[in-house]
């Protein structure tokens, strides 16, 4: 057990653990700064007798917190260092409200030595001049020297921004100048996210130009025309855009029997389409009976049961993609899910295009046939990074004879998974192969020598028992580390 | 099995053998795996640490936004990369440890410890039939 924890438990005073504390709560509950010198704040700890122990100035709690991370800094800085895998990188620019400063974000993706996988954010910085892949690459370059982490830099996952190929070529020539092979076409990845998003934005707008239509709370005769020619969910949208526009005709709805708000449509999310949608069918009785009270507002909306047939199809469609998202939005998504997804994706697609005949004036196979286009140009894409087809290889459920499957459905050509063993095969024995495995140590040397494992099962708990002892060990020292250095 | 079986190509020794239907999470089976294949696991641990989205980022800008308030839009960017990145590494490092509040229990818990358990749990290799 650890000694903060039991001066905690023995209700006796601790200064640390009571500094430790307030520093947890302004760090991760967004507390300003400012907090410790409010005072109604300092009343109450007065009355638990605490409020001399709690630091008054805001510059005080600053510099806390900076010094904190500066001690923690190397700690990442050794977890990277020693990381099994290669450090992989997400980043992206982001301009602040009000446009006080453009920052440039990097979070770091490995493997540590103890088996753990990590994405801690490793930078925040702000970007002299603009989003330029040129002008973050610099900042990237530094961050990786910083952390001394440049032999280790790994995969690099954007949105499509334009910048993101000038940002990845310049890396790329930096770690060239640095002797080591590195191939910007090869380590640039896709985030799958901006892949879905167009599609599913392919399926409400085809290729008409929306940018005008983007956050319409304020509805004019043209943009609910716009939304209209979409097809029913054009209408379903202009219905929820009215019902939100007046706290009065949410209550109204409410009165009728609406069980739950409208969702409205969230631009930068296209996701939240399903969710709009789904919620208007929930409510379809009452949503139906509002529109017969707006009817001179709502005429031009109001949907037949052909269309409520189509939002229900639609919400078929949509439903994967929201799916899908979550399945490989999260801390822990995994590669392989990526084709796999992308896959599944688009046999359901195949299926509407299949249910409905090829009707132009038919909403929902329209719909779906832009967004098929969309999806299946990507899908090209992906095929072609070697790294997205190895992480379905090294599924031991899959291997090749996913993508052997895959041929027989026509999905792939004979050449294309000729062209895609050749490459992954390339990788490993380029990449992997011959790279010296540190990550077996000693301890772990000795128990494969005397007892081969018999199942997987069987291993892994043995492995798992050794990293639980070094675990033991290590967080003696490090507890031990909390109260000498931050005294 | 000896040193000859582990020194045969890694890779065509993972090819030849059936596949295992049943296996639903390969970090756990690559883990595992880390003796039979030293380098081919390491190649599979360093893909399967590959994000297949970028979200991470975008939620890390939904923080900043949430930080960067009105009255707090003076704050600077040293701390907010402070604030920013030592939430992210609760749970990696030991150095600020987590306060696990149940009910009117209150426990301080190493960081690292939390995260082992949430990763390796009562979760078996993720084979499903054994």
């Known amino acids: 057990m650890k000694i903060a924890a039991q001066k905690f438990d023995q209700q006796q005073f601790c200064q640390q653990v009571a500094d430790d504390l307030l520093l947890l709560w302004i760090i991760h509950s967004n507390i300003p700064f400012s907090m410790t010198s409010d005072n109604h704040f300092r009343a109450l700890m007065q009355y638990l007798n605490h409020a001399n122990r709690i630091p008054r100035s805001p510059t005080t709690v600053k510099l806390r917190i900076i010094t904190h991370f500066g001690q923690l800094e190397p700690q990442i800085a050794d977890l990277m260092k020693e990381a099994t895998t290669q450090i992989h990188l997400s980043c992206d620019g982001w301009t602040s409200p009000h ?310 459905k026509l999905d792939w050509t004979d050449d294309q998974l000729e062209d895609a063993k050749l490459r992954v095969q390339a990788l490993w024995l380029t990449q992997y192969s011959t790279a010296s495995s540190q990550a077996v140590s000693q301890g772990e040397l000795q128990l494969g020598i005397h007892q081969m494992p018999i199942t997987p099962f069987a291993s892994w708990r043995a492995e798992r028992q050794q990293t639980v002892i070094g675990r033991v060990f290590s967080d003696y020292d490090q507890s031990k580390w909390v109260l000498t250095t931050l005294q | 099995m000896g040193a000859d079986y582990i020194a045969v190509d890694e890779y065509n020794r993972y090819l030849a053998t059936p596949t295992e239907p049943c296996i639903t999470n390969p970090f756990l089976f690559w883990q595992s795996q880390r003796e039979m294949f030293p380098k081919l696991s390491s190649m599979a641990l360093d893909i399967l640490s590959i994000p297949p989205m970028s979200a991470g980022v975008e939620r890390l800008f939904s923080q900043c936004k949430i930080m960067l308030t009105d009255r707090r839009n003076r704050l600077q960017i040293d701390s907010l990369q402070a604030v920013e990145c030592m939430k992210s590494w609760d749970g990696l490092q030991n150095g600020l440890p987590q306060v696990v509040i149940t009910g009117t229990q209150m426990e301080v818990v190493e960081a690292g410890e939390q995260l082992y358990a949430d990763h390796h749990g009562d979760r078996d290799l993720g084979v499903e039939v054994m």
């Open chain 1, 99 to 408: 446009q006080t400063m453009a920052v440039i974000g990097v979070i770091a993706h490995f493997t540590s030595r103890a088996g753990v996988r990590m994405n801690p954010v490793i930078v925040l910085r702000t970007l002299e001049g603009s989003h330029t892949g040129a002008n973050m690459a610099e900042i990237v370059m530094e961050v990786l020297q910083e952390y001394g982490i440049e032999e280790k830099l790994g995969y690099f996952v954007r949105d499509n921004a334009s910048n993101n190929d000038t940002l990845v070529g310049h890396l790329s020539e930096a770690q060239v100048e640095g002797n080591r092979w590195y191939n910007a076409s090869e380590y640039r990845l896709r985030s799958v996210g901006h892949v879905i998003n167009l599609s599913v934005k392919a399926f409400w707008f085809g290729d008409v130009d929306h940018t005008h239509l983007h956050h319409t709370i304020v509805v004019t005769p043209d943009t609910m025309g716009a939304w209209r020619r979409m097809g029913p969910w054009g209408n379903a949208h202009n219905i929820t855009i009215y019902v939100l526009a007046s706290p009065q005709r949410q209550q109204e709805l409410k009165r009728l029997g609406g069980d739950t708000i409208l969702h409205k449509v969230n631009a930068t999310q296209w996701n939240t389409g399903y969710t709009m949608i789904r919620s208007m069918i929930r409510n379809k009785d009452t949503v139906e009976l509002f529109c017969l009270c707006h009817f001179d507002d709502l005429e031009d909306d109001r949907l037949s049961p052909d269309d409520w047939n189509q939002l229900a199809d639609a919400v078929d469609v949509l439903e994967p993609f929201h799916s899908a998202t979550l399945q490989m939005e999260g801390d822990f998504g995994e590669l392989h899910n990526l084709l796999v997804g992308l896959d599944f994706l688009r046999t359901i697609f195949t299926n509407v295009l299949q249910k409905y005949p090829a009707n132009p004036h038919l909403h929902i196979r329209r719909a779906a046939a832009e967004s098929f286009v969309v999806l299946d140009k990507y899908l090209e894409i992906y095929k072609d990074l070697t790294v997205c087809v190895a992480a379905v290889v090294l599924h031991p459920a899959y291997k090749w004879e996913y993508f052997e499957v895959a041929v027989e």
